[in-house]
């Protein structure tokens, strides 16, 4: 079954701290992984997009890995801010069959002050 | 000088009704997209539209039907609304056909309350 599992659910981490987000999947074939920011009460947003051949990537202080072996994907955050606080949803699409999309259910970070 | 731009924000109607959500995009995109959001926070594609045409569609109740009357805008007419129709809406566009590796750009979304 092709799935996307993301954990922490959620994590509360003081400003300034760095912090690592999972995210663990059983979708095949692979087709890219991707990180999306989600702001509560809009759309997400792309943070970055990851296809087979690449192992990290980054955006800012955002940095994604991706283990396509062990299918396993982080997203570190370095020198969290307040704007940092949202969702953050993992997304893998398949290689084939329509390029079916799954989306992961999110890890929802909260940085205090 | 929004993107993606989606309307109405809240919905919130009577079971059984029939509505629409409207959505346009102003990114030359060929490509547009509705997801679902439910309570539990997953994304669900329902449709994908490229120049007009269909071009995926998940398992979705033939109560939901969209229509692009032009590339720039896909709009979603929901019939006989359900109560497990109350959700988050987004509507979406990327430059390419089909989900590829090409980024999604998405709107602010809509939420749906079906009461």
């Known amino acids: 079954k092709n799935q996307v599992e993301q954990s922490p659910q959620s994590l509360i981490i003081l400003e300034g701290k760095n912090c690592t987000l999972q995210c663990n999947y059983t979708v095949s074939p692979f087709s890219n992984l991707r990180w999306y920011k989600q702001d509560t009460g809009r759309g997400p947003v792309s943070l970055t997009i990851m296809t087979f051949s690449e192992n990290t990537k980054s955006n800012g202080r955002y940095t994604a890995t991706l283990d396509a072996d062990t299918k396993q994907s982080s997203l570190h955050i370095t020198a969290s801010q307040l704007s940092d606080s949202a969702s953050y949803i993992c997304v893998v699409q398949k290689g084939t069959g329509g390029f079916k999309t799954i989306f992961g259910a999110g890890t929802r970070l909260f940085v205090k002050a | 000088d929004t993107a993606v731009s989606q309307t109405p924000k809240y919905l919130v109607t009577q079971m059984g009704n029939d509505k629409s959500i409207k959505c346009e995009q102003n990114l030359g995109h060929d490509t547009m997209y509705w997801y679902k959001q439910d309570s539990k926070k997953f994304l669900k594609i329902m449709f994908s539209?490229?120049?007009?045409?269909?071009?995926i569609n998940e398992t979705v109740p033939n109560r939901f039907s969209p229509k692009s009357p032009d590339k720039a805008h896909l709009n979603l007419h929901i019939n006989s609304l359900e109560l497990g129709d109350s959700a988050v809406y987004f509507c979406a566009s990327s430059r390419l056909a089909g989900e590829l590796t090409d980024t999604q750009y998405f709107g602010p979304g809509t939420r749906l309350t079906v009461l």
């Open positions: 539209y490229n120049n007009k045409e269909l071009i």
